[in-house]
């Protein structure tokens, strides 16, 4: 049973650019949330999205876009890249149900690290 | 605004000794749910365990377990008989809104490496 599925694992940028990471959830997860995670930082939600829409979103600018697609794979896009953007980028992948929280357990990829020149 | 601390950056430990990594966590909602991560150099963060602001009894899986003290908002990990293969860092991280749809919030993690 694959986990969560993310490319490219590698790419380097300069600033101004756009990049589009992909991720690919667990098989029978519908509810995809992308995380940054700088050097020596814990993650940051960036934003999750569940039926093909925005459903949360963490403290980041409009720079920073997603989209989910019908087969709940999906797609983080940056435009006009700076130097802080340079992070590893997580993908996790969840079930939304109605149960309470423990349920919800997200399962990560191992990132797509991104570095800004 | 919730907020989740690890003090120690790092942390070293024998093999085959017990060793215990601390979290405290600050919220003041009702109910939340408490999660650890382990991420080694691969990248990937690897689920743990998990403590429900309501359960009783700490959890345990396996080699882990949460010593969860509700009153003083910790929720430390333990992990017992170290293994090499558990160097790595290791994330605190706290559910915070009701229900299965809220993101998690992070602490900055501690580095755990296991001296053989």
């Known amino acids: 049973d694959a986990g969560v599925t993310q490319s490219p694992t590698h790419l380097i940028k300069t600033r101004g650019q756009q990049v589009t990471l992909r991720c690919s959830p667990k098989s029978g997860h519908d509810t995809v949330s992308w995380y940054q995670q700088a050097l020596g930082q814990g993650p940051q939600f960036i934003f999750q999205?569940?039926?093909?829409?925005?459903?949360q979103r963490g403290n980041f600018p409009d720079r920073f876009s997603g989209h989910q697609f019908p087969n709940y794979s999906s797609e983080l896009n940056v435009n006009a890249l700076l130097l802080g953007d340079s992070a590893l980028y997580l993908c996790a992948s969840s079930l939304t149900s109605g149960r309470a929280f423990g349920a919800n357990v997200l399962t990560f990829g191992a990132g797509s690290r991104l570095t800004v020149l | 605004a919730q907020k989740i601390t690890q003090t120690q950056p790092g942390m070293f430990v024998q093999e085959k000794e017990a060793v215990t990594l601390d979290c405290t966590y600050d919220?003041?909602?009702?109910?939340?749910?408490l999660f650890w991560y382990k991420q080694p150099s691969s990248g990937e963060m690897i689920f743990l365990i998990y403590q429900g602001s309501y359960d009783e009894q700490n959890a345990t899986e396996g080699r882990y377990s949460l010593n969860f003290q509700k009153a003083r908002k910790s929720a430390n990990l333990v992990i017992s008989a170290s293994q090499l293969g558990d160097s790595a860092m290791y994330f605190c991280?706290?559910?915070?809104?009701?229900?299965?749809?809220?993101?998690?919030?992070f602490g900055k993690g501690t580095k755990l490496s296991v001296k053989p």
């Open positions: 991280a706290m559910r915070d809104l009701p229900g299965s749809q809220g993101n998690l919030i």
């Open positions: 999205y569940y039926e093909e829409e925005e459903r």
């Open positions: 919220t003041s909602d009702q109910s939340y749910g």
